[in-house]
């Protein structure tokens, strides 16, 4: 392990060793001797993005199917472009490693004025600006500090689970520095406070015990925080009923005997909230609880009721335990929680079928639910279904997953056109899935061109794109003008991005037969990603977001109140 290496061949053993085949890009001057020295590295392939948001997007798609991703932009210019998605990633608990190329540091103590800066002396704005996004920020500055700074600032990112911002100077990607060594220490996560735990477990154990008609509820941070597994067994323990939270959906399997839907307040799944409101105990494990999940806070859960288990520490009925690791808690109670499946009893007993939806008459002009029931029936065990901000959302919500099918939103970011990089991202990272995105015309416009990717790397990725003619959820929450977008030729501009050597396909439906037929063609071609537009009228919304919708705009509109 002894000797030299350049301090971007460390980085991208570093990259290597983490888990990445992959980190995306975009150049600049004062990233292009860094993306050279990537590029040594034949482990970890260099990828390209239209612009550094996209770039960023796809690095959080990665990291969602990943568990890690990176991406390397030019300073400024780029990096500030980039930072949007950087602090989706941080809304969203996902560790994107975020590298920017910066100036020369033989430039910084001198009266230099420099390029893709605000024309002053200060070069220290944009790692001001990352410390706010992210969970660690370091700048490099002398090659000896190389090695300790990537690894302080990659060992935060995979423990907290959030971004980080490292800053390579031009004149240090190629500088000398000592060679990486094994990745162990790096790895390393932090264990919860015995005492702590034992007491957190034991007042929750004590607290289930005694209730009535307990739910556990799964919230978005189950994931990133690696319970997934343990909630099930906790779960499995109890025998109650468990719901999932919008962003959590897919972390439970839906078709486990103990599902009883997403809790979204009035506008969650048939029955569910009913349940979930008349509990005495709600375990919510790694929950997030702002306007959107609460449907403009008409569905809060009493604090009293909640054993709240957050990524670090357990609050039962208000009382906070600190130093106790979300997976570590669920599993010993687990080991401790009685059964107690009364939740789940009377969910089966009040609970009401959902009628299935007829299939409409090929020629009929296509209708909301004539294009979701036939997406639905391209949802399999091996899918992974997208959703954009939007419609998309409920339109999601409402479709059922077979066991292995997996569920991605933004619902925390809630930036219109993360979809369309972040799927490319994803798609690159989950290359034997079949990647679906639900996208609505306003949030393709915003980052469009990053399909000319899919299609540059052949990745078979099917788009729906709602054409609903503007930005319904907006027209539905309060309509203006504003609200009209330019209609586009959704369909034709694959072909624009195909040039003369891509093979995507675009197709428009306008009725249920043209779907039918575009879905044949999509699932049989493999060289390239089919968008498939859907043309439906502008009004043609889920009646849940008209109901969300409505109880959002309502909390929007509150006037401001004395205390
Ligand atoms: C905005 C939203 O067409 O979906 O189904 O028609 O609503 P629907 P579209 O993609 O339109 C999206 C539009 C304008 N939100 O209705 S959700 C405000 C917004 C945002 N992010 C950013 N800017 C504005 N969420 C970056
Ligand atoms: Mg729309």
Redesign the pocket.
């Known amino acids: 392990m002894s000797g030299t290496c350049s301090i971007g061949s460390y980085l991208a053993t570093r990259l290597e060793q983490i888990g990445l085949k992959h980190h995306f890009a975009l150049p600049g001057d004062y990233n292009l001797l860094l993306l050279d020295q990537l590029l040594l590295n034949k482990n970890i392939h260099q990828v390209y993005c239209c612009n550094e948001l996209n770039c960023s997007f796809a690095a959080e798609g990665y990291a969602r199917a990943n568990g890690v991703s990176a991406c390397v932009v030019t300073y400024s210019v780029g990096t500030l472009s980039a930072f949007n998605g950087i602090a989706g990633a941080y809304a969203e608990d996902l560790p994107v490693i975020f590298i920017s190329g910066s100036p020369n540091t033989n430039d910084l103590g001198s009266y230099h004025f420099l390029h893709h800066t605000t024309g002053t002396l200060d070069f220290d704005y944009i790692l001001d600006m990352a410390r706010c996004i992210t969970c660690e920020a370091v700048a490099i500055r002398h090659p000896e500090d190389a090695p300790y700074l990537i690894d302080k600032a990659i060992s935060a990112a995979l423990r907290e689970k959030k971004p980080v911002y490292i800053e390579i100077p031009c004149n240090m990607s190629g500088a000398q520095c000592s060679k990486p060594g094994p990745l162990s220490n790096l790895l390393e996560m932090p264990k919860s406070d015995p005492a702590s735990l034992a007491a957190a477990v034991g007042a929750a154990a004590d607290f289930l015990g005694k209730a009535v008609r307990p739910v556990l509820l799964a919230g978005p941070k189950l994931r990133a925080y690696g319970g997934m597994s343990t909630f099930r067994d906790l779960a499995e323990t109890i025998g109650c009923g468990v719901a999932v939270m919008p962003s959590a959906k897919s972390f439970f399997p839906e078709q486990h005997k103990q599902f009883i839907g997403m809790y979204l307040g009035s506008v969650g799944s048939l029955g569910c909230d009913e349940v979930v409101d008349s509990a005495d105990v709600i375990l919510a494990a790694g929950p997030l609880f702002n306007d959107y999940t609460t449907t403009g806070w008409t569905a809060v859960l009493d604090e009293g009721n909640l054993i709240h288990v957050d990524p670090n520490r357990v609050r039962v009925s208000g009382t906070t335990f600190d130093n106790v690791f979300l997976n570590e808690f669920l599993g010993e109670l687990a080991k401790v929680a009685k059964r107690n499946p009364a939740s789940l009893l009377e969910f089966q007993r009040t609970k009401e079928e959902l009628v299935k939806p007829s299939v409409a008459a090929p020629d009929s002009p296509l209708t909301r639910v004539e294009m979701c029931r036939q997406i639905q029936e391209v949802i399999n065990a091996n899918t992974t279904l997208l959703v954009a901000t939007?419609?998309s959302w409920f339109n999601g919500f409402n479709m059922k997953l077979p066991d292995g099918a997996k569920f991605e939103i933004e619902m925390q970011w809630g930036h219109i056109g993360w979809s369309v990089p972040a799927t490319f991202g994803y798609a690159l990272a989950a290359p034997g899935r079949r990647i679906v995105l639900m996208v609505?015309?306003?949030?393709f416009q915003v980052t469009a061109q990053e399909v000319c990717q899919m299609i540059r790397l052949k990745l078979p990725v099917i788009i729906f794109l709602?054409?609903?003619?503007?930005?319904?959820?907006e027209v539905e929450i309060h309509d203006g003008p504003y609200n009209n977008?330019k209609e586009w030729d959704y369909a034709g501009i694959v072909n624009v991005f195909n040039a003369n050597d891509g093979q995507g396909h675009g197709f428009r439906a306008t009725n249920g037969g043209e779907l039918a037929a575009a879905i044949t063609q999509a699932l049989g071609h493999t060289a390239g990603p089919t968008l498939i537009e859907c043309t439906i009228e502008?009004d043609d919304c889920t009646k849940q977001l008209l109901e969300w919708g409505t109880k959002v705009a309502a909390a929007n509109s509150r006037s401001q109140q004395r205390t």
């Open positions: 939007g419609d609505g015309d306003g949030s709602v054409n609903n003619h503007g930005y319904t959820i977008i502008r």
